[in-house]
């Protein structure tokens, strides 16, 4: 049998063989309402068929169940030719294990024409390797509307991720409507980079947003990056940021990747970043932490605000410190948890429970991993394996190359967890993150094409087994498995790339 095209990996080996469960043209589907209804739409999808929730459509019954107790996001799959069973421990295990099926779903090579599908006879036993499985969407350099959001919550809930951070502010945009500071969308949110048009989500679109990933079992993680990044929040309140830092390295990058030089006052549509701050000396400035992330606490469900750190290039290490421990502790006091880049890791006084996200790469450079070593818990997002917005390939427009060159899929997928930071194991790794930063990208069509198919192998890296300890998990498998999603990927409208070094899969 050829192997299943199941990313990420499962927990446990899959044991299959037997005859298949050969779809009905309406298959009769039981149990658990949410469940029922996310199998109805792959089913939809991937088969352009219909489920039936009547008792007497033919052939065998597919069946979710809730049976908690398990481990948390876990679930079974019993697929025999007579029934299949979905069993989650929770209603996130029972929605990844609707996903799983989503996967084996397949066409009958043997039925009448071909027209017909199975799911074959396996058993699976899953669950994830780590609590937090996260993409980032940068919404400040380019601006996405709702439904493209919304489309990326699909894809990324359909591999098993749970966290969508969203990056909501940068030089080159402010992207959430705030009551408390209505100037920064007034007067901050109209440009984006190249020139492009900017925009905003408003109050109530972000929060359906939130809620359009709860039901898909994602938590928002909203990110507003202070000191630095800030050069949008002077178009709105000019009094709160510095003027910009023209180093060798901002100049540098003006004339690599044009554009003019950043301006006190005028909306930045540039690459360069780490020339802007807010002024760190000034009281009014933590009124203004107080009142963006109070009004951002009460606009997000969730557990974590992330408050950014990174490249704040421009600003004397010790005023970095001292602020990094305030706004971590203003967003303590508001009961979130905060995250923040690794750079962060610099005060020494953060608020105890921030969790770091190290960016550096998958062999750490000087410096870098001893920063990250001083958070309790980290989130991994190396660089030069899991940054979608890296290359693809040397000849694409798309994406930048200043991780270590072009990603390829392989080394996207060739890094273990575990061994990233020296004396930093499984107990101290949140999870893995991959984030899009989108300088390069402006649409669904981009963002398809940079995470796609390398998206993948970050899930695999946030949710299955360690390196090497089960025979799925090694490149040579994930090759072949992912290459069996591209008929899955194609019907659900996902415009991913075919890299090379792959065997693509056609129905
Ligand atoms: C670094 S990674 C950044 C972003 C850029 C990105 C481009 C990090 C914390 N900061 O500001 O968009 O590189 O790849």
Do not use: C
């Given at each position: 049998?050829?192997?299943?095209?199941?990313?990420?990996?499962?927990?446990?080996?899959?044991?299959?063989?037997?005859?298949p469960?050969?779809l009905?043209?309406?298959?009769?589907?039981?149990?658990?309402a949410?469940?029922?209804a996310?199998?109805?739409?792959?089913?939809?999808?991937?088969?352009?068929?219909?489920?039936?929730?009547?008792?007497?459509?033919?052939?065998?019954?597919?069946?979710?169940?809730?049976?908690?107790?398990?481990?948390?996001?876990?679930?079974?799959?019993?697929?025999?030719g007579?029934?299949?069973?979905?069993?989650?421990?929770?209603?996130?295990?029972?929605?990844?294990?609707v996903?799983?099926l989503?996967?084996?779903?397949?066409r009958?090579?043997?039925?009448?024409?071909?027209?017909?599908?199975?799911?074959?006879?396996?058993?699976?036993?899953?669950?994830?390797?780590?609590?937090?499985?996260?993409?980032?969407?940068?919404?400040?350099?380019?601006?996405?509307?709702?439904?493209?959001v919304?489309?990326?919550i699909?894809?990324?809930?359909?591999?098993?991720?749970?966290?969508?951070?969203?990056?909501?502010?940068?030089?080159?945009?402010w992207?959430?409507?705030?009551?408390?500071?209505?100037?920064?969308?007034?007067?901050?949110?109209?440009?984006?980079?190249?020139?492009?048009p900017?925009?905003?989500y408003?109050?109530?679109?972000?929060?359906?947003?939130?809620?359009?990933?709860?039901?898909?079992?994602?938590?928002?993680?909203p990110?507003?990056?202070?000191?630095?990044?800030?050069?949008?929040?002077?178009?709105?309140?000019?009094e709160?940021?510095?003027?910009?830092?023209?180093?060798?390295?901002v100049?540098?990058?003006?004339?690599?990747?044009?554009?003019?030089?950043?301006?006190?006052?005028?909306p930045?549509?540039?690459?360069?970043?780490?020339?802007?701050?807010?002024?760190?000396n000034?009281?009014?400035?933590?009124?203004?932490?107080?009142?963006?992330?109070?009004e951002l606490?009460?606009?997000t469900?969730?557990?974590y605000?992330?408050?950014?750190?990174?490249e704040a290039?421009?600003?004397?290490?010790?005023?970095?410190?001292?602020?990094?421990?305030?706004?971590?502790?203003?967003?303590?006091?508001?009961?979130?948890?905060p995250?923040?880049?690794?750079?962060?890791?610099?005060?020494?006084?953060?608020?105890?429970?921030?969790?770091?996200?190290?960016?550096?790469?998958?062999?750490?450079?000087?410096?870098?991993?001893?920063?990250?070593?001083?958070?309790?818990?980290?989130?991994?997002?190396?660089?030069?394996?899991?940054?979608?917005?890296?290359?693809?390939?040397?000849?694409?427009?798309?994406?930048?190359?200043?991780?270590?060159?072009?990603?390829?899929?392989?080394?996207?997928?060739?890094?273990?967890?575990?061994?990233?930071?020296?004396?930093?194991?499984?107990?101290?790794?949140?999870?893995?993150?991959?984030?899009?930063?989108?300088?390069?990208?402006?649409?669904?069509?981009?963002?398809?094409?940079?995470?796609?198919?390398?998206?993948?192998?970050?899930?695999?890296?946030a949710?299955s087994?360690?390196?090497?300890?089960?025979?799925?998990?090694t490149?040579?498998?994930?090759?072949?498995?992912v290459?069996?999603?591209?008929?899955?990927?194609?019907?659900?409208?996902?415009?991913?790339?075919?890299?090379?070094?792959?065997?693509?899969?056609?129905?």
């Open positions: 049998m050829t192997l299943l095209p199941l990313v990420p990996a499962p927990a446990s080996p899959v044991a299959a063989g037997g005859a469960f050969v009905p043209p309406a298959p009769a589907v039981r149990g658990d949410p469940a029922v996310a199998f109805g739409r792959v089913l939809a999808a991937r088969t352009g068929g219909t489920a039936s929730t009547g008792e007497n459509a033919g052939g065998g019954v597919i069946e979710f169940r809730l049976e908690r107790g398990g481990a948390p996001e876990s679930y079974r799959i019993r697929v025999d007579g029934s299949v069973t979905v069993t989650g421990a929770d209603a996130a295990g029972l929605f990844y294990g996903q799983t989503g996967q084996l779903l397949r009958d090579g043997t039925a009448e024409g071909g027209k017909g599908w199975v799911i074959p006879a396996v058993e699976i036993i899953d669950a994830p390797r780590f609590p937090y499985r996260g993409v980032m969407l940068d919404a400040a350099r380019h601006f996405f509307p709702v439904e493209t919304k489309a990326y699909d894809r990324a809930s359909s591999l098993k991720f749970n966290v969508l951070h969203l990056h909501l502010t940068d030089d080159q945009g992207r959430l409507q705030l009551r408390s500071r209505p100037l920064l969308t007034e007067r901050a949110a109209a440009t984006a980079v190249g020139g492009d900017g925009g905003f408003t109050r109530d679109e972000y929060r359906e947003l939130v809620s359009y990933a709860a039901e898909r079992h994602m938590e928002i993680v990110e507003i990056d202070v000191p630095g990044h800030t050069h949008a929040v002077g178009l709105a309140y000019p709160l940021v510095a003027d910009p830092v023209l180093s060798p390295e100049l540098a990058a003006v004339s690599m990747f044009g554009g003019d030089e950043p301006a006190r006052g005028v930045y549509d540039g690459l360069a970043v780490g020339f802007s701050s807010l002024r760190m000034d009281e009014t400035v933590y009124d203004f932490l107080a009142d963006v992330f109070g606490a009460g606009l469900p969730g557990r605000l992330h408050i950014g750190g990174d290039l421009g600003t004397p290490p010790e005023e970095f410190a001292e602020f990094m421990r305030r706004a971590s502790s203003i967003v303590a006091d508001l009961g979130k948890v995250v923040a880049w690794h750079e962060a890791g610099a005060a020494r006084l953060l608020d105890d429970a921030t969790v770091g996200q190290y960016w550096g790469y998958v062999t750490p450079q000087e410096g870098a991993a001893d920063l990250a070593r001083r958070f309790d818990q980290l989130i991994l997002s190396p660089a030069d394996a899991v940054y979608l917005d890296m290359k693809f390939d040397a000849g694409s427009p798309l994406g930048l190359t200043w991780a270590n060159g072009v990603t390829t899929l392989e080394r996207a997928y060739t890094w273990e967890p575990a061994e990233v930071i020296a004396g930093i194991d499984d107990d101290a790794i949140l999870g893995v993150e991959a984030p899009l930063w989108t300088e390069t990208a402006r649409d669904l069509g981009d963002i398809d094409a940079l995470a796609f198919p390398r998206i993948a192998a970050a899930a695999e890296a949710w087994p360690r390196s090497g300890t089960t025979p799925l998990r490149w040579e498998s994930f090759r072949d498995r290459g069996g999603l591209a008929p899955l990927w194609t019907a659900l409208g996902i415009g991913f790339t075919p890299l090379p070094g792959v065997e693509w899969q056609h129905d």
